[in-house]
Structures are given as C-alpha cells and as structure tokens.
C-alpha cells in the first residue's frame, strides 16, 4: 500500500451544533434534526468562506436511522444547507464517521475528482420521530438506543437484548489494566476519579458541551460532603461493568457536525485552514481484542497507517483525542500511541497532565462523558475541538502552547478504528 496523498489537502471550515436533547437543552429545544444539522453546516462553510453551492459533494452520516428516519439523508438536507444539484452520498462508521467521511473527502480531493467536500454527521440519540411527524419528537428509552446501536455489531454473535460493549469496553479492559500493570482496584477507582474530573472541567469550560457542570459542583448540589464521596455513591455513580463506575462512561446527546474539505491552496484567504496531513482506517469484528484486553490490533493498524502517512512521530503531538466512550479503553489507545508511557495513565490523571493546562492535554472539550456523544456526529465534535485549539481559539479551556500536531483517534462502535493527523498550512 502506497499510503500516500498526492498533494496537501486542508479543512477549510468545521462547525458544530450544542450536543444535548431536542426536547430540553436551550440551545436546541424546538429545533428539528434538519434545523440543528442546518446550523452546522452553516457554522463550517461560513468559517470556509463558502456557500453550499462552492462544494462538489456532500457526504453525509447518520449512523442510528431509527432516530432520524431519514434515509438519503444528502437529498432530504439539500434545501436546507443549500447544496441541491451537487454530488452525494449517505454514509456511516458509527462513531467514526464525521472523520471517515474527512478520508474519503481527501482521497477523492487526492484522486483529482473533486477539489471540494463538505462532510455531515448527524444523530439523535436521545430523541426520535414521534409518530410520522417530521418535525415533532418524543424521548427514547436507553434501552432502545443500546438496542438499535448493537445492531451494529455482527448479530451472529452479540445478544440483541443486551449491551455488551459496556463490559467488553470497560470492565473487562480495566481488569486487564489493572493484572498488567500491578494496579489495585482501589487505585484504578481513584484514578478514574481523576480522569472524570478532568473532563468534567473541560465541559464546564466548552459552551457547546452536553454536561458543562464540575464533578465538584454536581457534589455540592446533590449535598455530598465532596466530589469523591459521590464518585463512589452507588445511588449516583454505582459500577456498571466492575470495577469501571457510570461517570466513566459516554453519555448520550442529539447532536450535529460538519466539516469542509478542500485542495490546500483552494483554502479561501478567509478562513483559517489546517492541513489533514494523514489518515487511517482499520475495521475489525469481535472480538475486538486476543489475549490482552488493553491491546487492540486495528488501533494498532489505524494509528501506524497515519503516523506513516502524516510522517510524524508521537512525540510530534502536542494534542491528542482517543475515543472515550470508556475512559479507561481511551487511555489505553494513548498509551499505545505513545503520547503516555505505558502504564502511566492513572498518575498522569492524577498529576493533572491530561488536562488543557498539562503536558500531555487530552480532549478538551469534555469527551465523550461531557461533551456528550451523537454517534454519527461525535469524530466531527472531536475534529473541530482540535482546529480550534490548533487556531487558539479555544478560549478559557486553551491548551497554552498552540498544538502544531493535532492527532483524532476514533472507534465506530469499537470496530472502525480511524485515527485522523491534522498540522499547521
């Protein structure tokens, strides 16, 4: 495999909507899925300096269709973001599909067919049509959101009723962790303490997060003498997959992202570009991992695959984001990039080294916890945060020395690793 672009390609423009729920969070109660889309897409070609007609093609991804109930999603959003009679395409990756689409995007940028993508991810995990209505909402249970998102795995193997993917993600990880590195339970729960307190502090310091409350605050409301006290509350945070706890874990929001993709030197004087340097895709079915729990071989594949292309080191990242649907799984795939010595994520955690104003600053704007998690929609959430950093406009939550490498890493429901490598133009 060659792995090679043949000329630089940039991102143009990157927006995104508040991630929370359709029916209650400020910013987008009343809204429909079409309108919270519509803003943005308007947010990344503005911040592009271009309308929807400037772009030759439209990818758009929606992972959870049983929410949105809108199939060909490109066609029925074309009025709405301005982009009828363009090329297009629905598309999914689960929770890597913003920046799967990214790839694509530049290899067709890279091929020589388009010179211009806009790329699209949305998804309401917490509300869906109501009735046949296309603007009207109704909540959904967790249960049928867990549900119709296993669907995504190999259905000859996972059970229809059950989530697996919270004890294959976290307790069984976790466990791992703890026999390979000699760690006590009691110090892995206090680790992930930290790590939840981290990123709490970045969602109360990112305005379009999903939970912008400190771990420190949501104590002191519900009248615990501290946050640890109510880290280990099993009213408030019991264990979900042993010994991994609730307030380790993704929380779930309706939300959208969007994304312009150009030929670097179509970048308008207007907007701020980064260079997509490089890229990697590695897909795999369960198990997801062999003996070592804490070790997965299509993240392995994806990180290397960009690395090479992109020709950075680990040491070259000054910002890095793993998917943290499991805070202790996101750890792990920092570790095996290299951006934390292995075994060394809990005291990093607990030395506050992965927080905006560390050494080793981790996903900024709250991860999966508190910035929420809109499946379709999340790679984009993720990718913006690291543009904004990497321009210095992250405002109070800004890592003070401005990344020159930005490094994305996503899993699609733990299977389609992609790991995105973003540097100054």
């Given at each position: 495999m060659r792995n090679r672009l043949r000329e630089r390609i940039a991102i143009a423009g990157v927006g995104c909507s508040r991630f929370g729920d359709l029916l209650e969070t400020p910013e987008l109660k009343g809204l429909s899925i079409?309108?919270?889309?519509?803003?943005?897409?308007?947010?990344?070609?503005?911040?592009?300096?271009?309308?929807?007609?400037?772009?030759?093609?439209?990818?758009?991804?929606?992972?959870?269709?049983?929410?949105?109930?809108?199939?060909?999603?490109?066609?029925?959003?074309?009025?709405?973001?301005?982009?009828?009679?363009?090329?297009?395409?629905?598309?999914?990756a689960q929770c890597s599909t913003t920046n799967v689409g990214a790839a694509m995007a530049a290899m067709a940028i890279?091929?020589?067919?388009?010179?211009?993508?806009?790329?699209?991810?949305?998804?309401?995990?917490?509300?869906?049509?109501?009735?046949?209505?296309?603007?009207?909402?109704?909540?959904?249970?967790h249960q049928m959101t867990w549900l119709w998102t296993d669907m995504a795995v190999n259905q000859a193997y996972q059970?229809?009723?059950?989530?697996?993917?919270?004890?294959?993600?976290?307790?069984?990880?976790?466990?791992?962790?703890?026999?390979?590195?000699?760690?006590?339970?009691?110090?892995f729960d206090r680790g992930m303490f930290e790590v939840c307190r981290t990123r709490r502090l970045h969602g109360s310091m990112t305005p379009k997060a999903n939970i912008q409350e400190t771990l420190e605050d949501e104590a002191r409301r519900k009248g615990y003498a501290d946050a640890f006290e109510l880290w280990r509350s099993d009213k408030d945070n019991p264990f979900v997959a042993w010994p991994s706890r609730l307030k380790s874990l993704v929380t779930t929001a309706d939300g959208a992202s969007a994304m312009v993709?150009?030929?670097?030197e179509l970048a308008g004087a207007r907007s701020q570009p980064v260079e997509l340097k490089g890229f990697g895709i590695c897909y795999r079915d369960l198990p997801w991992y062999d003996e070592d729990p804490t070790y997965w071989e299509g993240d392995r594949r994806s990180v290397d695959q960009a690395l090479d292309m992109s020709g950075i080191k680990p040491a070259d990242i000054g910002y890095l984001h793993t998917h943290d649907c499991s805070h202790i799984s996101g750890l792990c795939t920092a570790e095996l990039i290299g951006y934390i010595e292995p075994g060394k994520s809990l005291a990093y955690a607990r030395d506050g080294?992965?927080?905006?104003?560390?050494?080793?600053?981790?996903?900024?704007?709250?991860?999966?916890?508190a910035f929420g998690h809109a499946w379709a929609a999340s790679a984009g959430s993720d990718t913006y945060e690291a543009v904004t950093q990497m321009r210095g406009a992250a405002g109070?939550?800004?890592?003070?020395?401005?990344?020159?490498?930005?490094?994305?890493?996503?899993?699609?429901?733990a299977m389609v690793g992609t790991t995105l490598v973003l540097g100054g133009l």
């Open positions: 079409q309108e919270m889309t519509a803003a943005a897409v308007k947010e990344a070609l503005d911040d592009a300096g271009m309308s929807g007609q400037d772009v030759d093609a439209v990818y758009v991804g929606n992972a959870m269709v049983h929410s949105s109930q809108l199939p060909a999603t490109y066609s029925q959003l074309s009025k709405w973001i301005g982009t009828e009679l363009r090329s297009g395409v629905h598309f999914e890279a091929s020589g067919v388009h010179d211009k993508v806009l790329v699209v991810g949305l998804e309401t995990t917490r509300t869906r049509v109501k009735d046949l209505s296309p603007y009207e909402r109704e909540p959904i249970s059970v229809p009723q059950g989530y697996d993917i919270f004890s294959t993600y976290n307790g069984i990880v976790a466990l791992g962790y703890c026999r390979k590195y000699g760690i006590g339970i009691d110090d993709v150009t030929r670097a080294r992965l927080r905006f104003d560390g050494d080793r600053p981790m996903s900024t704007h709250g991860g999966r916890h109070a939550r800004q890592i003070p020395k401005r990344p020159d490498i930005a490094v994305i890493h996503t899993h699609g429901y």
